[in-house]
């Protein structure tokens, strides 16, 4: 899919490093496919230094030189960057964004030209290949350039194909999720602490606990709901604990956070 194609990454920080690395680890690709951009050299000397990758400071030389582009700057800078590289874009490439809150119809309008547009949304799992990267086409993309985008994001986790209109909520609940579920997992060790485990113990109990109870969701595509009555035993330990957790507001206050978070995540390519 990607032989003799060469693929530029605009903005090479963590995520960007996390595609690198993923797409090599599984194969997808070698390192002189790749060409990284960065604002600074010391950025680009990390990046040849640890992956070995051809990099360069100039966004539109790397366009010039690639195949596919994989746009990784900040939301706010998406606008900036595109009408830097906009006479190099040709209709044989493809652009992959990563960047919240920007629509494939601005970046379209930017490019001005029948440019292949996807837009993505991973979340920070992918920097250990357990991510989930959701995927949307613009009006230009055929379901071959979607099937390019889904070969490079699922070497560093898994990824779902969705309608545009849905991508601010995925930024909402997949994108920022993480960031909610690490307060609800220390808030376990803090638990685990107060119930007398050493802090170490309780770290791994709450952690491991989490990963597999989300394990059992996806592996036995079982309701939430079902796999909590599982669980909960009549007059056992577990139903007191979640009445706990319901008088103290859990459930309505997750659904806040994430519908919040999807509010901000329209605002944001407006800063």
Do not use: W
């Not at 693929?7 to 797409?23: F, P």
């Not at 920070?124 to 099937?147: L, S, W, Y």
């Not at 909520?169 to 638990?191: H, K, N, R």
């Amino acid at each position: 899919m990607f032989e003799n194609k060469r693929i530029a990454v605009l903005g090479a920080g963590k995520l960007g490093e996390a595609l690198i690395t993923g797409m090599l680890d599984a194969e997808v690709v070698n390192r002189r496919q790749f060409i990284a951009t960065a604002a600074h050299k010391e950025r680009l000397d990390q990046l040849q230094t640890k992956l070995d990758v051809e990099t360069t400071l100039s966004n539109g030389e790397a366009v010039r030189k690639a195949h596919l582009v994989l746009l990784c700057v900040k939301p706010q800078t998406v606008e900036e960057v595109l009408r830097q590289v906009s006479d190099d874009l040709t209709p044989d490439h493809i652009v992959i964004s990563v960047a919240a809150s920007v629509t494939t119809r601005f970046m379209e309008t930017i490019i001005n030209k029948p440019v292949p547009v996807i837009r993505t949304m991973p979340n920070t799992p992918c920097f250990i290949k357990r991510g989930m990267t959701a995927i949307a086409p613009g009006k230009q993309a055929t379901a071959e350039h979607v099937a390019q985008a889904r070969k490079i994001f699922d070497a560093i986790g898994r990824t779902l194909i969705l309608d545009e209109k849905h991508m601010d909520a995925v930024t909402g609940l997949s994108a920022s999720g993480p960031a909610f579920v690490y307060i609800i997992i220390e808030s376990f060790i803090e638990a685990g602490v107060k119930v007398g485990l050493p802090r170490e113990a309780a770290t791994q109990l709450a952690a491991q606990m989490v990963l597999g109870a989300s394990s059992m969701v996806l592996q036995t595509g079982e309701h939430p709901a079902k796999l909590k009555d599982i669980v909960t035993t009549p007059a056992g330990c577990t139903i007191d604990g979640i009445l706990e957790l319901e008088d103290g507001g859990l459930r309505v206050t997750l659904i806040k956070a994430v519908v919040r978070a999807t509010q901000r995540a329209r605002e944001l390519v407006n800063g």
